[in-house]
């Protein structure tokens, strides 16, 4: 398993500025993720964040949007620029935690989230 | 077409009362079926998986996979209101890495 530690867990903002959302984990993870949750939208996928390069994005998602950061095994942050009121939403950080000698799909453990509201 | 659609309720049901979740899919290369509970805000926790077609039960919970169908669902018995909770649905292909498709959701009320 994994605990996620999340900060900050909501922020209010106004339109135009950044803000930078931190992600630890109690253990040493190779691959961590960022999703996006919009109120009546699917968990998305923004990134995938691996230690020592860059950031993986997934279509509809752009590096100078989102920048983040991966500098050790166990911590990673998502920045938000240049805010507009549509990136209101929870941005939630992930890890897998995948027993390689176990057959299945891997499982999520997610942190508590950033309920981030733009102004 | 979104790859995964589930209906986002809200869905309200008396203490006791069975509940069944469902979610449909277009992608039949689906190997791994999962469902996962979210708590108000908490980040959602993996409550079972399912491999291919067939069902798989967990104590109260029970996970049903239709391949023929893309259809997937969840059952609860005796629901308690310790389950109210969205409950979202997610799915994967077999060794893909970790590319997971998720439902928008369903929001559970177990009213006591």
């Known amino acids: 398993s994994a605990v996620i530690s999340q900060k900050p867990s909501r922020d209010i903002c106004q339109r135009g500025t950044s803000l930078t959302i931190q992600c630890q984990v109690d253990?040493?993870?190779?691959?961590m993720f960022w999703y996006r949750q919009q109120p009546g939208q699917s968990l998305t996928l923004i990134a995938t964040?691996?230690?020592?390069?860059?950031?993986?994005?997934e279509s509809g998602f752009v590096i100078d949007k989102f920048p983040i950061s991966r500098p050790n095994l166990t911590f990673s942050t998502l920045t938000v620029s240049n805010m507009s009121p549509e990136d209101s939403s929870i941005y939630l950080c992930?890890?897998?935690?995948?027993?390689?000698?176990?057959f299945g799909p891997g499982e999520l453990f997610f942190g508590e989230g950033s309920r981030l509201t733009v102004l | 077409q979104k790859e995964v659609e589930q209906d986002p309720g809200p869905l309200s049901v008396p203490e006791g009362a069975i509940v069944s979740l469902n979610c449909t899919y277009s992608?039949?290369?689906?190997?791994?079926f999962m469902w996962y509970r979210q708590y108000s805000r908490k980040g959602p926790e993996l409550l079972m998986y399912?491999?291919?077609?067939g069902n798989k039960e967990d104590g109260r919970f029970t996970a049903q996979v239709d391949k023929s169908s893309k259809y997937i669902s969840l059952f609860i018995r005796d629901s308690h209101p310790s389950d109210s909770a969205t409950y979202l649905c997610?799915?994967?292909?077999?060794?893909?890495?970790?590319?997971?498709?998720f439902g928008t959701g369903t929001s559970l009320t177990v009213i006591p």
């Open positions: 253990s040493q993870v190779t691959m």
């Open positions: 399912t491999y291919s077609s």
């Open positions: 997610a799915m994967t292909y077999a060794n893909t890495g970790n590319q997971f498709y």
């Open positions: 992930s890890v897998d935690v995948r027993d390689r000698d176990k």
């Open positions: 964040a691996n230690q020592g390069s860059e950031a993986t994005y």
């Open positions: 992608n039949s290369a689906f190997q791994y």
